[in-house]
């Protein structure tokens, strides 16, 4: 079946201008959370979805990330007043909580490029 | 906080050799362990997955053990492949954090021909 998938793959805007990153679960995973990865840094969690409601969003770095999810299925990770500092892969993964195997599943990833 | 931390950052080794990647986390209290591998310029791929009941998994050539009371997991790697070359992360889910998964910042592994 198809795997996760994230559009664009790549976004260059400019610095103020604000962006939405969209994520396509897995057909049938409840969970999806959404990661990011830096130059030089590793691999930070952002937010978490457990069907439409997000029980965890701690990652979020500043009032200007916000994510919602709708019908339990697509997510939109929106990012406000970019920031040169925002530049990062932005990576999104779905899994079935509670499922023996509990592998999160990752999609390709959006490259976000301030300038 | 949980940390977690990937020895050695980067590795070459010629084809053929088998490998020991390894991984330390600093709050033992974890629900289970993921080992990924990255390709340059895509996502993540699982590997393997060790529930903190399990004390290794094992696919193919790859084989991953887990020790939780000390915070440690090592990704042996035999007979190694140019194929094999990548950045391989690990990652835990804590028992307290909910679904989060925490990364250590990866090692990366060229095999040469």
């Known amino acids: 079946g198809a795997g996760v998938s994230q559009s664009p793959s790549n976004k260059v805007t400019e610095k103020g201008k604000d962006v939405e990153l969209r994520c396509d679960p897995i057909?049938?995973?409840?969970?999806l959370y959404w990661y990011r990865q830096s130059l030089g840094q590793g691999l930070e969690f952002l937010i978490y979805?457990?069907?439409?409601?997000?029980?965890?969003k701690s990652g979020l770095p500043s009032d200007r990330f916000s994510a919602e999810r709708t019908g339990g299925s697509v997510s939109t990770l929106t990012i406000q007043r970019t920031q040169q500092e925002d530049s990062a892969v932005y990576l999104c993964?779905?899994?079935?909580?509670?499922?023996?195997?509990?592998?999160?599943?990752f999609g390709p990833g959006t490259r976000l490029t301030v300038l | 906080k949980q940390e977690v931390t990937q020895i050695p950052a980067a590795l070459s080794v010629p084809e053929g050799e088998n490998l020991v990647l390894n991984c330390s986390f600093t709050?033992?209290?974890?629900?289970?362990l993921q080992w990924f591998r990255q390709d340059p310029g895509k996502g993540l791929t699982s590997l393997l997955l060790?529930?903190?009941?399990?004390r290794e998994q094992t696919s193919g050539r790859l084989n991953a053990s887990l020790d939780k009371s000390s915070g440690r997991s090592t990704l042996y790697i035999a007979a190694s492949q140019p194929g094999d070359s990548a950045t391989y992360l690990c990652?835990?889910?804590?028992?307290?954090?909910?679904?989060?998964?925490?990364f250590g910042e990866g090692t990366q592994l060229t095999v040469n021909p």
């Open positions: 057909s049938g995973h409840t969970a």
């Open positions: 990652a835990v889910k804590e028992e307290t954090s909910g679904s989060r998964l925490t």
């Open positions: 979805f457990q069907g439409n409601s997000a029980p965890d």
């Open positions: 993964a779905s899994s079935t909580p509670g499922h023996p195997t509990d592998t999160q599943y």
């Open positions: 709050d033992s209290a974890i629900y289970n």
């Open positions: 060790i529930q903190s009941s399990q």
